[in-house]
Each structure stands twice: as C-alpha cells, then as structure tokens.
C-alpha cells in the first residue's frame, strides 16, 4: 500500500493525498511563478530522493 500525506484546508477535513499528487502539488506551487531557481527544484529532489537533469520542457522544444 503507498503510503499518503494529510493536508488540512483551512477549517476543512484533513483530506488523505496519494504521494503522487503530494509531489505534483508541490511542483506545482515550485513552478507557480515560472521557471524557480535552482534551490527550490533541488530541494523537492531531495525530499524525493530524485534529481531533475534539465530545466522544464517546452512546446517549442519539440
């Protein structure tokens, strides 16, 4: 079984969020603004023991 990671809303319910939405969820607030500087991506890698190789992908890279 994955394990999962609780997040309250404010005065809502604790929900339950699968480890992959927890990482996407974070990501996203990471990438919010555009493209973070390194520290920021850095620090999500080691959270979840990866690293990211390269800057974000575009359309236009294709």
Do not use: C, N, Q
Request: aromatic share 10%.
């Amino acid at each position: 079984m994955a394990s999962s990671f609780w997040r309250s809303r404010g005065d809502e319910a604790p929900i339950r969020i699968p480890d992959a939405a927890v990482f996407f969820t974070e990501l996203a607030e990471v990438m919010r603004g555009g493209v973070p500087d390194g520290a920021a991506p850095t620090a999500i890698g080691i959270r979840w023991g990866m690293e990211f190789l390269g800057p974000p992908l575009a359309a236009s890279d294709g």
